[in-house]
């Protein structure tokens, strides 16, 4: 990072120079370099011409005037650096020769430029009119090429330099040298002064350009995204209605066996129980589904709230954990409780945490199999109540562990079908738990199990009014476990 672009940082702090530098040099040099080359090979076609000229029509005219002698010198020379110039920038660009810096061009040919005006402005006996050649030189340089402040300054300043120290050997009259050092000085801050306008515009108009690029790959980027978007939409809603038919369905038959057994008289309490307990399983995964999609499009709407009360963590997160207990070791698993700690009043909504670690605990369910294990446990880490809900199931390939969270994104494996799901449930839970300006993460191994664990910030509300309300619990969590594991078969 040059000091040059730390400088131009501090002065223009609205010009992001850091972000672009090299880029924008590279750019420079290649636009100063392309405008050289264009130049030049006018330059040479010029001097081609002088040549001729000077060999034809001001031969016989050199003995008169010597000064055509030198013009002549001056015409081979400058037709010989071009051609220099020419070999060295050819083979630089086939790469061939890459010692040298790719500025060397242009600065090389400014300074050609600048001290040939010079040399030829000395050249005459009308120096005031060859001076104009030098001032037009420096001014069309300036405006010509993009050279940062510093550059301008050292280029112009010494050809300056010379040219004062040649016009005090070249005129005589002291009032003329005065002048021409005058109106020659005050050129160059002209040239200096246009130069860095320039300069500076030119930079401002690449970051902005730049800054319009990177918009529209943002834009392009926003889009894609719309894309796969409207794609999850389309998904869902062919997911949804499947997942609204299959209930209804399973309704319809079983209400259409019971009917018929009943015309039947065929009809016994075996039968009717399991049609009856068909019936009620897929009417709490229609009251799931429809809640859960209830309940995101109001915190979609943000029109969904928490009720925070002061109230016992631990033992709430152990009676939901204790009272699927049963249903849990029903299908061969066995379920762990344990707490570092015995009793912790925090601020949370019980029924919307019941509702997390029960979201939990069925997908560990879902996704372990018989003799497996599922451990609930309870700890505190930094100021956060850390409630961990780890089994040793089919685990979530690492690809997929942070988009699980997205709403309707399931792992797309061939998982034993020993459940259905919509892929709302974890993103729920994710918009819960953060309601509580808490966080979920989740690690997880394919093939070793998943491990969920919800931290809940250690903090107590002042104007908590309501306490846990302990009557009717376990119809309360009869009802609660029956809607939130309805996914799974029995
Ligand atoms: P679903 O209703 O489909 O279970 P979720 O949002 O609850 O939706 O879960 C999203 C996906 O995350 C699941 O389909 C499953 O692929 C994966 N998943 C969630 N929990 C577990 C777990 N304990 N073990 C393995 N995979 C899991």
């Known amino acids: ?59 016989s005219m050199r003995v008169k005037a010597p000064s055509y002698v030198y013009l002549y010198y001056s015409h081979i020379i400058i037709s010989l650096l071009i051609i220099l110039w ?33 040399f030829m402005g000395l050249n005459n006996a009308y120096i005031s009119g060859q001076i104009t050649g030098y001032i037009v ?8 090429l993009y050279l940062k402040p510093v550059e301008a300054f050292l280029t112009y300043s010494s050809s300056l330099i010379i040219l004062i120290v040649s016009l005090v050997f070249t005129v005589n009259n002291e009032n003329l040298l005065y002048t021409h050092i005058i109106n020659a000085s005050i050129v160059v801050i002209l040239s200096y002064i246009i130069s860095k306008i320039n300069f500076l515009n030119f930079l401002k108009e690449f970051i902005h350009k730049k800054k319009i690029l990177q918009s529209k790959q943002e834009l392009e980027k926003i889009n894609v995204k719309l894309k796969e978007y409207e794609k999850l939409r389309t998904d869902f809603f062919a997911n949804i209605s499947h997942e609204l038919k299959t209930p209804i369905n399973v309704i319809f038959c079983a209400e259409q066996i019971i009917d018929f057994s009943l015309k039947q008289n065929q009809c016994n309490n075996d039968n009717l129980s399991k049609y009856l307990k068909m019936i009620k399983q897929n009417s709490y995964r229609l009251t799931r589904l429809i809640g859960n999609l209830i309940d995101i499009t109001k915190i979609d709407a943000l029109n969904f709230e928490v009720k925070l009360i002061n109230a016992d963590i631990i033992q709430v997160v152990e009676d939901i954990t204790m009272s699927v207990a049963a249903f849990v070791e029903d299908k061969g698993i066995s379920l762990v409780f344990d707490t570092e700690i015995e009793e912790k009043i925090i601020a949370f909504d019980p029924n919307q945490i019941e509702r997390v670690i029960l979201n939990l605990l069925s997908n560990a369910i879902k996704f372990t199999d018989k ?19 780890k089994d040793t199931g089919i685990g979530i390939p690492n690809d997929m562990l942070n988009s699980i969270f997205d709403r309707f994104i399931q792992v797309d494996n ?12 974890l993103s729920l839970v994710k918009s819960l738990v953060e309601m509580h300006k808490g966080s979920i993460n989740v690690n997880s191994k394919l093939g070793e199990g998943s491990e969920f664990i919800v931290s809940l910030p250690d903090t107590i509300i002042s104007n908590s009014q309501q306490t846990l309300n302990s009557t009717n619990m376990e119809d309360d969590y009869i009802k609660k476990i029956n809607i939130e594991f309805s996914d799974i078969y029995q």
């Open 1 to 59: 990072m040059s000091k040059l672009y730390k400088y131009l940082s501090l002065r223009y702090p609205h010009i992001d120079t850091n972000q672009y530098y090299d880029n924008f040099d590279s750019l420079r040099i290649s636009i100063n370099n392309d405008r050289c080359k264009r130049m030049v090979n006018i330059l040479l076609l010029l001097n081609i011409i002088f040549i001729i000229v000077d060999l034809t029509i001001y031969k």
């Open 86 to 118: 020419l070999v060295l920038l050819n083979l630089q660009e086939n790469k061939r020769f890459t010692s040298l810096n790719p500025k060397f061009f242009y600065s090389s040919f400014l300074n050609l430029i600048l001290y040939w005006g010079v």
């Open 137 to 144: 030189c420096v001014l069309a340089t300036s405006v010509y």
């Open 371 to 389: 003799a497996g294990e599922i451990f609930v446990s309870i700890y505190l880490k930094d100021n956060n109540v850390c409630i961990s809900v």
């Open 414 to 425: 061939a998982l034993p079908k020993n459940h259905e799901g919509s892929g709302i449930g």
